[in-house]
T-cell receptor, first 114, second 114 residues
Framework: AQSVSQHNHHVILSEAASLELGCNYS??????LFWYVQYPGQHLQLLLK??????LVKGIKGFEAEFIKSKFSFNLRKPSVQWSDTAEYFCAVIPSGSARQLTFGSGTQLTVLP | NAGVTQTPKFQVLKTGQSMTLQCAQD?????MSWYRQDPGMGLRLIHYSVGAGITDQGEVPNGYNVSRSTTEDFPLRLLSAAPSQTSVYFC?????????????FGPGTRLTVL
């Protein structure tokens, strides 16, 4: 079945550590890729997205993600995390021709220790 | 703009009761959708609408009905609530042009079915 996989369910880091969250998808055709973030008690917000062009995408708050087509991956990175980055992070995909239907991964809870 | 609004924020139902979750957006977005969020499962699409008068099923439509009589409103109806419908429900909308694939989420409704 077509899906989105986030293998890290819970990541705990200290402030200033580097972050990389994995995301893999199983769709064979063209896809639009997203990372959303959900801060405690808040609704989902878009961090960044990839539609086409440069596979290295920069988003808000210093986050970036790299689309590697050969690996079906779209990993999220940040060189130095802050306590305020504590949140749940969701990778999502819109496959081509799916009428904007977002398919989400199961999410990764990031806890940053001060 | 208020963006995407949802009411109520919290609701407790007994098994078999019915209720409607309200969703409204003031961005003139043509696309609206409903998701449910369950621990360890990310967000799953329930129903979506590509415009007034047009709705379709998502990944988990059973037990839910929707209608789209106006561009602004997209209510979700539970006809006979079941404990399996205990979840957090998010409504989202997206527009057209360059932002067609960016969905804006509401604050969510936390529903408990006893």
């Amino acid at each position: 079945a077509q899906s989105v996989s986030q293998h890290n369910h819970h990541v705990i880091l200290s402030e200033a550590a580097s972050l990389e969250l994995g995301c893999n998808y199983s769709y064979g055709g063209t896809v639009n890729l997203f990372w959303y973030v959900q801060y405690p008690g808040q609704h989902l917000q878009l961090l960044l997205k990839y539609f086409s062009g440069d596979p290295l995408v920069k988003g808000i708050k210093g986050f970036e993600a790299e689309f590697i087509k050969s690996k079906f991956s779209f990993n999220l990175r940040k060189p130095s995390v802050q306590w305020s980055d504590t949140a749940e992070y969701f990778c999502a995909v819109i496959p081509s021709g799916s009428a904007r239907q977002l398919t989400f991964g199961s999410g990764t809870q990031l806890t940053v220790l001060p | 703009n208020a963006g995407v609004t949802q009411t109520p924020k919290f609701q407790v139902l007994k098994t078999g009761q019915s209720m409607t979750l309200q969703c409204a957006q003031d961005m003139n977005h043509e696309y609206m959708s409903w998701y449910r969020q369950d621990p360890g499962m990310g967000l799953r699409l329930i129903h979506y609408s590509v415009g007034a008068g047009i709705t379709d099923q998502g990944e988990v439509p059973n037990g839910y009905n929707v209608s789209r009589s106006t561009t602004e409103d997209f209510p979700l109806r539970l006809l006979s609530a079941a404990p399996s419908q205990t979840s957090v429900y998010f409504c989202a909308s997206s527009g057209s042009g360059n932002e067609w694939d960016t969905q804006y989420f509401g604050p969510g409704t936390r529903l408990t079915v006893l």
